[in-house]
Structure formats: structure tokens, C-alpha cells
T-cell receptor
């Protein structure tokens, strides 16, 4: 399967702990995006990378959140000192320019539960 | 700013009924429009797309037409099946959304009864 993969699929953690999620995009996709989806809502943009450069961060991404894409391939999203409000599905997507359009392919998501 | 508004759910239909899920958008420039579907326990899948005015996207019996004059992209299907039960998201993306990030509506849950 050559789609976007995310690990872990589920994470339960206690408030105050740090967690890290990984996303492996489709190979040769130079753009990688992180979104957060809470229950009953559509995904909300968090940040995106073009190759290894992080080009935009949403104001939703507080200073407890950090994302990296060190070699322009996989990416990690770390949340420090987790809070119950961080409980959500974290989605990763990747894309490459094709005829002027960056069509995004989504991974299955990592569901975070903070207790 | 850019935004997407879609009809609230849940929508409950009987099998073989006609489906319409309304979607309107506000956007700078000329975005591309999408419908994504999320089946229970699964990730987002692109259902169909349209990249310019009057384009019609279609897939698996679903259709949506990019209407610039009404800023709409309503999803339709002539005869729904139980297997269509899912959450449907209308979305837009383009040069003016910043890095071509996707902006989603809140989603509409569809239940189809046998």
C-alpha cells in the first residue's frame, strides 16, 4: 500500500504527558499537512511543510505543539504537556502539484485521548 | 476569509431515495471544490472534485456541479444505498487558502435505512 500512513492509530495518555505522532506521506509528495478533527466537526488546518520547510502554522497550534519534517519525507507532530482539550483525531495529508492543483491524500489519522 | 457551510445533519433516507446535501462557500479567487467521505472508523476519502466554474465532478453515482454564480457545490445522488451511510464533507482549496491547504465544512452525517 503506497498511501499515507500514520502511527500510532490510537493513543491514550494522561494529562501532562508528552506524545508524538508520525506521518509517512506518499513518496515524492513534497507537501505535507497536519489537521485536527474534533467530534462532529470537519478537519481544521494546523500546519504544512513544503519539503522540510514549515511554511505556515495555524493559531490553533499553540506553543505546546511542534511539528518537524527533518529530511522532507516523514513528519512528526509532538504535543507537550497534553490537556484534555487536545483529545481529537490528528490527520496527516500529502500532496504534489498536478496540473495546477494540489490534491491532498489523507492518512487514517491518529486518535488521541487525554484522560 | 475562506469558508464552507454545509447543511446540518443527520440526514436519514430510505434506500433508493434521492440525496441532496447542500454546500455553499466563500472564497477569495477561484478555489477548487471537493467532496470527501468518511466511513465509520475510516479516514477521509476524496469522493469527487471540480476545479473551475460549471465543472461537474462525479464518482460512484454521486455528482456535484461548481456553481460560481451561487457559490455552491451541492452533492447529489439519484438512488442511495445502505453502504452510502457515512459523513460527507464539502471542502475548498486553492491558491488563496495558503499553501493550498483544504478548508472543510462541518460535515453532514447520512444514514440510509434498508
Amino acid at each position: 500500500d503506497t498511501g499515507v500512513s500514520q502511527n500510532p492509530r490510537h493513543k491514550i495518555t494522561k494529562r501532562g504527558q508528552n506524545v508524538t505522532f508520525r506521518c509517512d506521506p506518499i513518496s515524492e509528495h513534497n507537501r505535507l499537512y497536519w489537521y485536527r478533527q474534533t467530534l462532529g466537526q470537519g478537519p481544521e488546518f494546523l500546519t504544512y511543510f513544503q519539503n522540510e520547510a514549515q511554511l505556515e502554522k495555524s493559531r490553533l497550534l499553540s506553543d505546546r505543539f511542534s511539528a518537524e519534517r527533518p529530511k522532507g519525507s516523514f513528519s512528526t507532530l509532538e504535543i507537550q504537556r497534553t490537556e484534555q482539550g487536545d483529545s481529537a483525531m490528528y490527520l496527516c495529508a500529502s500532496s504534489v502539484r498536478d496540473r495546477g492543483l494540489y490534491e491532498q491524500y489523507f492518512g487514517p489519522g491518529t486518535r488521541l485521548t487525554v484522560t | 476569509g475562506n469558508s464552507v457551510t454545509q447543511m446540518e445533519g443527520p440526514v436519514t433516507l430510505s434506500e433508493e431515495a434521492f440525496l441532496t446535501i447542500n454546500c455553499t462557500y466563500t472564497a477569495t479567487g477561484y478555489p477548487s471544490l471537493f467532496w470527501y467521505v468518511q466511513y465509520p472508523g475510516e479516514g477521509l476519502q476524496l469522493l469527487l472534485k471540480a476545479t473551475k466554474a460549471d465543472d461537474k465532478g462525479s464518482n460512484k453515482g454521486f455528482e456535484a456541479t461548481y456553481r460560481k454564480e451561487t457559490t455552491s457545490f451541492h452533492l447529489e445522488k439519484g438512488s442511495v444505498q445502505v453502504s452510502d451511510s457515512a459523513v460527507y464533507f464539502c471542502a475548498l482549496s486553492g491558491q488563496y487558502t495558503g499553501g493550498f491547504k483544504t478548508i472543510f465544512g462541518a460535515g453532514t452525517r447520512l444514514f440510509v435505512k434498508a
